[in-house]
């Protein structure tokens, strides 16, 4: 009897290559697709008639996006983050939860190899690794790209062999779809200088017409669209991300540090995760305190960073998740958006939440809340410590 490797399988040239090589080694395998919502119907049916006819034995496509938003992209949102203030780890949050259901399906069928289709390059060989390391330590993996250093063209000849015809698209570009926003790898992201052509984007500008949207906002979740309630905040993120992808929003290039210590470069579009995260930090600023917006963007870039880095396991990220959830029982509103093409625009906000009252003063303008010679006091106190420093210290600030 062969023994059973599931295959964490995507539908991509990696994964595709690692069927026909892992029957080549002996293996049965069951393919398995995790759907974290970034998946279309008929894709999905493409990915399974695709696994089969490469020779898997069994397909499955699993749907863990709405526990994926609970367990993970809601904290994203409610920390604003963005990896290097650029990227909304579109894909990178992914790899933990494909990896947990990658797992349980493991347990349940009693499977004892995993394979994944990482480089050895790259980050994602990290994020799966580490948790089926850590949660799993006697299933063995196997993972065929990394263990033979193999390139993009090397893989497309060998499936070229097996009678696989790999299109001159997907030869060019390697792209990973996920309801945070779409990565995009091709020869010009590993160069520093070049940028992604037009048509290497999954969407493509067809919409010229400007159009302001209303995001309704329920303690930091995403409630409605327009007015609009839905079902589950994903409805909600695949309707505004169909929306604004016809208007080109949300594309750029990502330039990181990788978990292994070398740069990488890599382009993305991300329409609805990066309005989204737009919109409530506007939301925010308006009703959150100065020390409250300080220290949640301290830490929440931390967890961001602790996430695309595969650290999901480690229990401080339970802590941050507590702290960060517990800053949101004010964030309810509306913000207000206008959409064109290659960009959007936050116009404002309304909330019961907003401290800015012009019972209490008006920037710029006139004072309400204290009088003239109280103003003058508080400076003068506020001066005193730099006063006293810089006399005893006999200092000299020039320009």
Not at 266 to 279: C, D, P, Q, R
Request: aromatic share 10%.
């Amino acid at each position: 009897m062969k023994p059973k490797v599931v295959l964490a399988y995507s539908g991509g040239l990696d994964t595709s290559f690692c069927i026909p090589y892992l029957l080549e080694k002996g293996y049965d395998i069951d393919a398995i697709t995790i759907d974290t919502g970034g998946f279309m119907s008929d894709e999905k049916e493409d990915i399974k008639a695709r696994a089969l006819s490469l020779g898997a034995s069994h397909y499955e496509c699993i749907d863990i996006s709405e526990k994926y938003y609970e367990k993970c992209l809601r904290f994203l949102l409610y920390g604003n983050v963005l990896r290097n203030q650029t990227y909304p780890l579109s894909v990178s949050s992914e790899r933990a939860f494909q990896a947990l259901a990658i797992l349980d399906y493991c347990k349940k069928t009693g499977a004892k190899y995993v394979a994944h289709g990482s480089t050895g390059a790259g980050n994602d060989q990290i994020r799966f690794d580490l948790m089926f390391q850590s949660l799993a330590p006697d299933i063995q993996i196997i993972t065929p790209i990394r263990d033979n250093s193999l390139s993009r063209q090397e893989e497309v000849d060998f499936l070229e062999k097996h009678g696989v015809q790999w299109s001159e698209e997907k030869k060019n570009y390697s792209i990973n779809v996920g309801i945070w926003g779409t990565s995009v790898g091709g020869k010009e992201t590993l160069t520093s200088q070049q940028p992604l052509p037009e048509s290497a984007y999954p969407s493509q500008v067809s919409n010229q017409e400007p159009v302001d949207i209303e995001i309704g906002f329920e303690k930091g979740e995403v409630a409605t669209l327009d007015g609009k309630s839905f079902d589950h905040p994903i409805a909600l993120i695949k309707e505004l991300e169909s929306i604004a992808s016809a208007y080109g929003i949300g594309r750029d290039i990502h330039v990181g540090d990788t978990i292994i210590g070398i740069k990488g470069r890599v382009g993305f579009e991300a329409a609805a995760s990066l309005i989204l995260i737009k919109a409530h930090h506007l939301l925010e600023k308006h009703v959150l305190s100065k020390w409250q917006n300080h220290w949640k963007q301290q830490l929440a870039d931390w967890y961001g960073m602790m996430l695309h880095e595969g650290q999901y396991l480690d229990p401080v990220m339970r802590n941050l998740e507590t702290f960060i959830e517990d800053t949101q029982s004010t964030v309810t509103g509306k913000v207000f958006v206008t959409l064109k093409p290659y960009q959007f625009l936050l116009n404002g906000i309304d909330s019961p939440h907003d401290l800015m009252r012009s019972e209490y003063g008006q920037y710029g303008e006139m004072n309400k809340g204290w009088s003239a010679d109280e103003a003058k006091g508080f400076i003068k106190i506020l001066a005193n410590q730099y006063k006293i420093y810089h006399g005893v210290n006999k200092t000299k600030i020039e320009l």
